[in-house]
C-alpha cells in the first residue's frame, strides 16, 4: 500500500480539569514547514483543537496513510503517548514512529522503556533532525531504538512555522502564537524549560533578528487577519543587559509600520522596568506573565532563582503602575516549604495578584531529567513515575494541610469546571482559587502558623 502523506505529525490530545488546552503547536508548525520545504509530505494531527479522542487520532493517521508518525510529547501527556504508540503499532504494524519534545530530551533513552513500540527518538529541537531521520529512513545506517540529537538550528534561517492550524485558532478567536527566541538563561531547578535548554547543547538562551519577528507578526496581521498574538518565549527580554535595547528595537520597527495587534509575553520580573513596559504598551502589549514563584528569600535561592525579593518587588510595582494586566506564576508548596513559611506566603497571595488566585494553590512539580528531579531523587524523596511526579514535604504540618486541601479542592475545582460553560470557566475557577485559599489560611493558623 502507498503512502499518502510521508510523515503525519502528531499534537497529543490532553485534557486538564476536562478542556482541551488551546494554541497553535509551534514546534510541530516548525518541523512541518522544514520538512515541506526539503520536499517531504506532511500533515500535522492536532488532537487538542479538534478536540480528538485517542482513537480519532488513529483513524486520522490511517487515513493520511504516513511512513513516519512523530508523536510531540511533554511529561503530562505520556500516558496519552503510550497508549496511542500501542494502538498505532497494531493498526499499522510498519509505521516509524518517533517522539520529540520534551519528556523524549529530558528522559533520554528512558523514553524506550516509558513508551513501547517507539522505533527511534529525537532530543532537542526537531528541525534537523528529523530531516536527518527522514533521509535515513530505510538506510542500513537507521537501526531501531535510535535516538538522534538534534543540533540547534540558525534560528533566521528556519522557514516561517507553518500555518495549518492559525485559520481555525482566529475563527475561534484564539490567538497566533509567535516564538521570538527560544530557551532561558535562567536555571531555576524545578523548570523543565531551562533544563531543555540546556540539554539541548549549545546557547541556553538565542533570539531571532528584530526585522524577522517582525515581518512575521506584519503577515500574521496582514495575511492571516490575527488581532492577538501570544509570543510564546519562556523569557522574551532575554539577558538583562540586552533587555533595553532588545525592547527599543522591537517597538520602533513596530512604529515604524503602524502594526495594530494587541500581543502577551514572559519574562522574568527581575528584568522587567517600569520604561521597557510603558514602550511595549504603546505597540500593544497587553498581558504579561512573569514567574515570582516565592516571596521567601530562602525559597528563591533554594530553587536558584537568582533574585532577591527586592526586585520581585520592584518588579511588581513597575507593573502596577504601568496597569498592563499580569499574571504572577507562584509555587504556594515546596519541597521543604515550612508552615510559617506557608504562612507569609498566604498572607503574601491575599494580599495581592488578583489576577492570579489559582497559582497560589499551585504544588511544585518535579518534572523529569531537573535538577528538581535528581535532588528530590537523592534525598529519597521523588514519589510516583514519570507523568506522575510528586515528593514527600519535608515539614509534616505542610504535608497535612497539603492533603487535606488537595481533597477539598479538587472538589471544588470539578465543580467550578462542570457546572460553567467554557468562556465563564476562567472565573468560575478563579472563584474556587478564592475559596481555596481562605481556606488554606485558615488550616495554616489552625495548625499553629504563627
Ligand atoms: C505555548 C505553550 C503551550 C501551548 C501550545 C502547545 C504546545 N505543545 O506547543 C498550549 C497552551 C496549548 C500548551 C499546552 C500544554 N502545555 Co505548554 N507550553 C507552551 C510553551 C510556553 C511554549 C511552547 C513553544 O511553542 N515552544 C517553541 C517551539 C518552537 O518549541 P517546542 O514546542 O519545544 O518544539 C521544538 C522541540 O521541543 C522539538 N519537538 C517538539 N515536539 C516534537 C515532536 C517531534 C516528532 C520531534 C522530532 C521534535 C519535537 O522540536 C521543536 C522545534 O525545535 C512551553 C514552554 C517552552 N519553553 O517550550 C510550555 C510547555 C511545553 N508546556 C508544558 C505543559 C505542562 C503543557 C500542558 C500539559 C499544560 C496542561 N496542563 O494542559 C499542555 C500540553 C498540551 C500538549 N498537547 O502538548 C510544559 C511541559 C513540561 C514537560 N516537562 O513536559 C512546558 C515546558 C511549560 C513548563 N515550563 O512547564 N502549552
Ligand atoms: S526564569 Fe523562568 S523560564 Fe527561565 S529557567 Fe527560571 S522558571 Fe524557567
Not at 55 to 80: A, D, H
Not at 104 to 128: C, D
Not at 395 to 407: G, S
Not at 426 to 436: H, K, L, P, T, W
Request: aromatic share 6%.
Amino acid at each position: 500500500m502507498s503512502s499518502h502523506v510521508d510523515i503525519a505529525l502528531v499534537n497529543l490530545p490532553h485534557r486538564t480539569l476536562g478542556t482541551y488546552p488551546v494554541g497553535e503547536h509551534l514546534g510541530l508548525c516548525y518541523l512541518a514547514s522544514c520538512l515541506r520545504q526539503a520536499g517531504y509530505r506532511t500533515e500535522i494531527v492536532d488532537g487538542c483543537i479538534h478536540r480528538m479522542s485517542l482513537s480519532g487520532v488513529v483513524r486520522e493517521v490511517q487515513r493520511m496513510r504516513p511512513r513516519v508518525t512523530g508523536l510531540s510529547v511533554s511529561e503530562p501527556c505520556l500516558p496519552q503517548a503510550i497508549v496511542l504508540t500501542r494502538h498505532l503499532r497494531r493498526a499499522i504494524p510498519d509505521l516509524h514512529i518517533t517522539a520529540g519534545g520534551f519528556l523524549p530530551t529530558l528522559a533520554g533513552e528512558g523514553v524506550f522503556r516509558l513508551i513501547p513500540g517507539l522505533n527511534s527518538v529525537i532530543t532537542g529541537e526537531g528541525e534537523l533532525a528529523i530531516l536527518d531521520l527522514m533521509r535515513r529512513l530505510g538506510s542500513s545506517s537507521l537501526g531501531e531504538g535510535i535516538v538522534l540529537h538534534g543540533e540547534k538550528p540558525a534560528l533566521d534561517e528556519l522557514p516561517p512555522p507553518a500555518r495549518d492550524t492559525l485559520p481555525l485558532h482566529v475563527k475561534m478567536g484564539f490567538p497566533a502564537s509567535l516564538s521570538t527566541s527560544r530557551g532561558c538563561i535562567g536555571t531555576c531547578t524545578y523548570c523543565s524549560a531551562g533544563s531543555y535548554a540546556r540539554a539541548s547543547g549549545g546557547a541556553p538562551w538565542r533570539a531571532r533578528s528584530i526585522e524577522s519577528v517582525v515581518a512575521e507578526l506584519e503577515s500574521l496581521v496582514k495575511e492571516y487577519g490575527v488581532r492577538i498574538v501570544k509570543i510564546v518565549d519562556d523569557n522574551f527580554l532575554g539577558p538583562q543587559n540586552g533587555a533595553a535595547a532588545r525592547v527599543r528595537e522591537f517597538v520602533n520597527q513596530l512604529k515604524a509600520l503602524r502594526l495594530k495587534a494587541r500581543f502577551s509575553l514572559s519574562a522574568r520580573v527581575d528584568t522587567i522596568t517600569y520604561d521597557m513596559l510603558e514602550e511595549l504598551k504603546s505597540v500593544g502589549l497587553s498581558f504579561l506573565s512573569v514567574g515570582i514563584e516565592s516571596c521567601v528569600q530562602r525559597e528563591l535561592d533554594e530553587w536558584d532563582k537568582n533574585s532577591t525579593i527586592a526586585q520581585i518587588r520592584a518588579g511588581l510595582r513597575a507593573l502596577d503602575k504601568s496597569r498592563i494586566p499580569y499574571n504572577a506564576g507562584f509555587i504556594m508548596f515546596g519541597p521543604n516549604t515550612t508552615l510559617e513559611e506557608l504562612r507569609i506566603k498566604v498572607e503574601f497571595m491575599m494580599g495581592f495578584a488578583p489576577s492570579t488566585p489559582a497559582a497560589a494553590l499551585n504544588v511544585m512539580r518535579p518534572f523529569c531529567g531537573t535538577p528538581l528531579a535528581f535532588q528530590l531523587q537523592d534525598a529519597g524523596r521523588l514519589r510516583g513515575k514519570p507523568g506522575f511526579l510528586s515528593f514527600s514535604f519535608s515539614d509534616p504540618r505542610v504535608a497535612a494541610i497539603h492533603q487535606n486541601l488537595k481533597t477539598r479542592l479538587l472538589r471544588c475545582f470539578r465543580s467550578a469546571v462542570i457546572t460553567e460553560a467554557d468562556r465563564y470557566r476562567g472565573s468560575a475557577v478563579s472563584r474556587a482559587a478564592q475559596r481555596g485559599l481562605a481556606e488554606l489560611s485558615e488550616l495554616v493558623l489552625r495548625a499553629g502558623g504563627q
